[in-house]
T-cell receptor, first 113, second 111 residues
Framework: QKEVEQDPGPLSVPEGAIVSLNCTYS??????FMWYRQYSRKGPELLMY????GNKEDGRFTAQVDKSSKYISLFIRDSQPSDSATYLC?????????????FGQGTTLQVKP | SQTIHQWPATLVQPVGSPLSLECTVE??????LYWYRQAAGRGLQLLFY??????ISSEVPQNLSASRPQDRQFILSSKKLLLSDSGFYLC??????????FGPGTRLLVL
């Protein structure tokens, strides 16, 4: 079993839809949870990060962490064609000073005009 | 502000040839540095990380090596490339456990 599971998609939605992206994990030591957006042939861009459980909102994006279920989500409201990209979840136990992240496989999202 | 550079952007190399990819970070001091490889349609695989000059940890056995000759410089090398070394190589830096920032990447094709 992989430490982090993420449905690769692809996920196709019409413009303006609410998008839900999810990851599950198995390591209860994870405390830091991140979402990255990666456009084709580009490096990943950090979208949001959260510590422990709870919600965090930034504009049209909301990140949720449910540590009891080992489940994290990213919601995109009013999706735009420019949101079309691969979304990667990542997490870290944060122990020590290595800062190593464990990544999901990534979900490819296409928002159609 | 901090920036991270990688070069070259694209590289086509024959099997058995050497490799040197360079990554530099500006605007921060004593960052942790990372090399990842991303194969087509797959997630990121951590290859090496470094918490300081000359300190390199390898995550997977392979014919690649890494070096950190200066605080903000990270180099990925190989003496003889294999076909399986093809991929998208990404360098990243962090100073906090919850944030890691990536460079633009180098696309390597080994023929």
């Amino acid at each position: 079993q992989k430490e982090v599971e993420q449905d690769p998609g692809p996920l196709s939605v019409p413009e303006g839809a609410i998008v839900s992206l999810n990851c599950t994990y198995s390591n209860s030591a994870f405390q830091y949870f991140m979402w990255y957006r990666q456009y084709s042939r580009k490096g990943p861009e950090l979208l949001m990060y959260t510590y422990s459980s709870g919600n965090k909102e930034d504009g049209r994006f909301t990140a949720q962490v449910d540590k009891s279920s080992k489940y994290i989500s990213l919601f995109i409201r009013d999706s735009q064609p420019s949101d079309s990209a691969t979304y990667l979840c990542a997490m870290s136990a944060g122990s020590g000073n290595t800062g190593k992240l464990i990544f999901g496989q990534g979900t490819t999202l296409q928002v159609k005009p | 502000s901090q920036t991270i550079h990688q070069w070259p952007a694209t590289l086509v190399q024959p099997v058995g040839s050497p490799l040197s990819l360079e990554c530099t970070v500006e605007g921060t001091s004593n960052p942790n540095l990372y090399w990842y490889r991303q194969a087509a349609g797959r997630g990121l695989q951590l290859l090496f990380y470094s918490v300081g000059i000359g300190q390199i940890s390898s995550e997977v056995p392979q014919n690649l090596s890494a070096s950190r000759p200066q605080d903000r410089q990270f180099i990925l090398s190989s003496k003889k490339l294999l076909l399986s070394d093809s991929g998208f190589y990404l360098c990243a830096w962090s100073v906090l456990p919850e944030t890691q920032y990536f460079g633009p990447g180098t696309r390597l094709l080994v023929l």
